[in-house]
C-alpha cells in the first residue's frame, strides 16, 4: 500500500510537467485493506481490516536548467480488532529533488536529493532483513552529486551522500559516505569508470571504516533498456572481501507492456535490524507487465535472496522473499482514481512468513499552478 501512496502523491498530471513553473499538488489517498497476518509472524497469524487515509502534498518547478520538487504524505491507520495499533505516521514518506543542469556549453552539472520514509514491514526498505512483526523502520538519507565534463568523452563525478536507519526498539545506525568516478565514453552506448568510494559505518556498538575500488562498465543496450557491471576489491578494518554489482533495467523486447530490473550486489552494507556492518550477496529480479489488452491492470513480482555473512566469518543465514501484486487503478476523473490490488509475499528464514493483503480504495489529486 505504501508504493500506491507513493506514486499517487509523487506523479504530477502531465499539465505541471508540460509548462515552467510552480505548481502545488494536493493528494489524499482513502482505503479499506484486509490483512491475514498483522504482526507478520511466523508462528502466530491474526487478521484484521484496516482502514488508511493518506493527505499528501508536493511542491514542483521545472524550468530548462532547473528541477526541484518536494513532496510529503502521512497515513492514519485505523485497526477493527486492534484498536492499540492505531496509528498517525508510522506509514510516511517524503522527498526532495534538485537537478541543475545550465546547458550542452557548461561542462558541469549539480543534483541534490533528500528522503525520509517509514514503515510497518522492515522488509520493505530491506529484502535481506530478517526480523518479524510491525516494527517501525525508518531510513532518512541525503546526497549531493556534482559532475564535471573533463572532455566530450570524458567526465569526472564526486559524490557524498548520509543515511540513518532505525528499526524501532532494536538498532539505529549512520552511514557516511563519498566518493569519485573517473568516466570514459568509448561507443555511443559504452561507457566503462574507475571508481573509489569510502564508507563510515556508525552505531551504539562502534564505527567502522570502509574502502572499495571498483572498475566498471555500462551499456545502453536499447534505447528503454540498460545494463551495468561493476568489479573491484573493498577493504573494511583490514578485511578485504569483493564488491561486485551488476544490473538490468528497462522494457523487455518484443513483449508490449513488459519490464524487469534486476540486480546483483557483493558488497559490505549495514542490514536493517543489524548494529554492524555486514558482507551481503543479493539477488533481486521485479518484472512488471501492464497487458496492452486489459488497460489499468499491472502485474508486478519477482523473487529476492539475500546471503548475509559476518564480517571475519561466522554468523552465516539466507533469506528468501517473493512478492506478487495485481493491481487495478480505474480512472474515474482527471483526478480522482479507483483502486483495487491484491499483494501477496512470501519470506523463509528457518521459519517461513506469509502475508496476504486485499485493498480497496480512492485516490485524488489535482495540480495548481501557483505562480
Not at 480488532?81 to 557548461?106: K, S, Y
Not at 535481506?128 to 552529486?145: I, K, Y
Not at 559490505?268 to 535490524?273: E, N, P, S, T, Y
Amino acid at each position: 500500500m505504501l508504493g500506491v501512496v507513493a506514486a499517487v502523491v509523487l506523479v504530477t498530471p502531465s499539465l505541471a510537467r508540460g509548462q515552467a513553473g510552480w505548481y502545488l499538488t494536493p493528494s489524499v489517498s482513502v482505503s479499506e485493506s484486509y490483512d491475514d497476518n498483522i504482526f507478520r509472524s511466523s508462528l502466530v497469524r491474526e487478521e484484521d481490516f484496516i482502514t488508511n487515509v493518506t493527505p499528501g502534498l508536493r511542491l514542483a518547478y521545472q524550468s530548462a536548467p532547473l528541477t526541484l520538487a518536494l513532496s510529503y504524505s502521512t497515513t492514519y491507520a485505523k485497526f477493527v480488532e486492534h484498536p492499540e495499533l492505531d496509528n498517525v505516521g508510522n506509514r510516511q514518506r517524503g522527498t526532495l529533488e534538485f537537478n541543475f543542469v545550465p546547458g550542452p556549453e557548461t561542462p558541469w552539472t549539480l543534483s541534490l536529493n533528500a528522503s525520509h520514509a517509514s514503515t510497518e514491514d522492515t522488509n520493505e526498505v530491506d529484502p535481506a532483513a530478517a526480523t518479524e512483526g510491525r516494527l517501525v523502520t525508518t531510513v532518512t538519507s541525503a546526497g549531493a552529486s556534482a559532475t564535471y565534463k573533463l572532455t566530450p568523452a570524458m567526465s569526472t563525478v564526486g559524490k557524498v551522500s548520509y543515511a540513518r536507519q532505525e528499526v524501532e526498539g532494536v538498532t539505529a545506525t549512520d552511514t557516511y559516505s563519498a566518493g569519485l568516478s573517473l568516466n570514459y565514453t568509448v561507443t555511443q552506448n559504452d561507457t566503462v569508470s574507475l571508481n573509489y568510494s569510502f564508507s563510515l559505518f556508525q552505531s551504539a556498538v562502534r564505527e567502522r571504516v570502509s574502502h572499495a575500488l571498483t572498475a566498471g562498465w555500462d551499456r545502453q543496450i536499447y534505447e528503454d533498456l540498460k545494463a551495468g557491471l561493476h568489479l573491484g576489491a573493498r577493504v573494511t578494518d583490514g578485511t578485504v572481501t569483493p564488491d561486485v554489482g551488476g544490473n538490468l533495467d528497462g522494457a523487455i523486447r518484443p513483449i508490449q507492456g513488459l519490464s524487469v530490473s534486476a540486480s546483483y550486489a557483493d558488497t559490505v552494507r549495514v542490514v536493517a535490524g543489524k548494529d554492524e556492518p555486514e558482507q551481503v550477496r543479493a539477488l533481486a529480479v521485479t518484472a512488471t507487465y501492464a497487458p496492452p489488452l486489459v488497460q489499468y491492470l499491472t502485474l508486478t513480482g519477482g523473487p529476492a535472496v539475500s546471503y548475509v555473512t559476518k564480517l571475519g566469518g561466522g554468523d552465516e543465514r539466507t533469506v528468501f522473499r517473493l512478492t506478487a501484486t495485481v493491481s487495478y487503478a480505474y480512472p474515474l476523473t482527471k483526478w480522482l482514481t479507483a483502486q483495487l490490488s491484491y499483494n501477496y509475499s512470501y519470506r523463509v528464514n528457518g521459519d517461513e512468513l506469509v502475508q496476504n493483503v486485499v485493498t480497496v480504495g480512492l485516490s485524488a489529486s489535482y495540480p495548481v499552478r501557483v505562480y
